[in-house]
């Protein structure tokens, strides 16, 4: 048996991030005990039914009572109302930290209603899939992944090593970031891709006749790695770029610079523009598997997982 890390955790929100938390601790044979809640009954009822947390609450507040750790996994949006709903709550020295895909927004959102000697460490896993909700999480998500961990200013550095202890147990490795370069960052590798991804489906389907009928039976390896992207969960994506407007939008006016450079190429007939672009983004793609987060398997690397 591991050592826990702590005794009592709480998982707020039960979807795809913090189900694949909750296996991760198991399959770690994390010893402690972990509670869990969700908004909605039809949720807790599929958590208590596939046994998802040692015991599913009816309140969040009832959830992190004695809580030595207490993870916010909820969207974005929804983080400094379920942080204020459960401040009172808290235990005194327990650590809060949530898995929130922006930071600087949930640091301005929940560090005001952090009580006085709770720690609060925000942190991010670089790791996730398409599909939502408690029934989509396995104990791999985060292997060989990057946990990023932000704490503000002055935050206690043994609970930050003790968090990242935690993240360690369940398979990922971490790094520590300020939150306007955790944002920056995200934006590049994470947030505008999705959006591209969002806007290369929604094109398709404005051509209706052919998304009636090639696009979905034609369907060739790029136009399935966007759709895959673009199915990914509403309501955290909407967050996503609500509350990571600055470096979306930073990020976003250079793409639109570069497919203008590349979109005079193809009109001018600049053959040697594009291949010098597409030789440099290869050399990115061997980076990436260079450094182990991903395979040069066929189909995108994609690895089928076994729930
Ligand atoms: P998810 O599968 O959609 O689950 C979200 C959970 O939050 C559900 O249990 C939902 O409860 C609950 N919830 C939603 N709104 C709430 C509210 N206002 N108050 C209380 N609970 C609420 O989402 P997820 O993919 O696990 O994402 C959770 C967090 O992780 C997000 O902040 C996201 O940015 C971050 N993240 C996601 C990924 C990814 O790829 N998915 C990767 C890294 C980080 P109900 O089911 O009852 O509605």
Redesign the pocket.
């Known amino acids: 048996m591991t050592q826990p890390t702590y005794d009592r955790v709480a998982l707020?929100?039960?979807?795809?991030?913090?189900?694949?938390m909750f296996w991760a601790m198991k399959r770690a044979g994390f010893a402690g005990t972990v509670t869990g809640?969700?908004?909605?009954?039809?949720?807790?009822d599929t958590a208590r039914r596939i046994g998802l947390t040692d015991r599913v609450c009816d309140s969040?507040a009832e959830a992190v009572e004695g809580a030595d750790l207490v993870v916010?996994?909820?969207?974005?949006?929804?983080?400094g109302?379920?942080a204020e709903e459960i401040a009172p709550c808290l235990k005194p020295g327990a650590t809060l930290t949530?898995?929130?895909?922006?930071k600087g927004h949930v640091v301005d959102t929940v560090a005001p209603h952090v009580p006085e000697g709770v720690h609060f460490v925000p942190a991010?896993?670089?790791?996730?899939?398409?599909?939502?909700?408690?029934e989509?999480?396995f104990a791999e998500l985060f292997d060989n992944r990057w946990c990023l961990i932000v704490p503000p200013e002055g935050t206690d550095r043994q609970a930050i090593e003790r968090l990242a202890e935690f993240w360690h147990m369940l398979g990922a490795n971490t790094e520590e970031m300020d939150p306007e370069h955790h944002d920056l960052v995200c934006a590049v590798v994470s947030h505008i891709p999705h959006i591209i991804a969002y806007t290369m489906v929604g094109v398709a389907d404005d051509l209706r006749r052919v998304s009636e009928q090639e696009v979905i039976k034609f369907s060739a390896a790029g136009f399935r790695d966007f759709t895959r992207i673009a199915a990914?969960?509403p309501?955290?994506w909407r967050?996503?770029f609500l509350t990571n407007k600055k470096a979306t939008l930073e990020i976003l006016g250079r793409f639109t610079e570069e497919l203008f450079a590349l979109q005079r190429a193809i009109r001018t007939g600049d053959g040697q523009h594009l291949f010098d672009y597409f030789t440099r983004t290869r050399a990115i793609r061997r980076g990436i598997i260079e450094a182990g987060q991903d395979t040069d398997a066929p189909d995108f690397g994609r690895v089928k997982v076994e729930k």
Do not use: F, K
């Open positions: 707020i929100g039960l979807g795809l991030i913090a189900s694949s809640y969700a908004r909605s009954e039809a949720t807790r969040a916010l996994a909820v969207p974005v949006g929804a983080m109302q379920v949530d898995v929130g895909s922006v991010h896993p670089m790791a996730g899939t398409e599909h939502s909700g408690p989509a999480g990914s969960d309501t955290m967050d996503v």
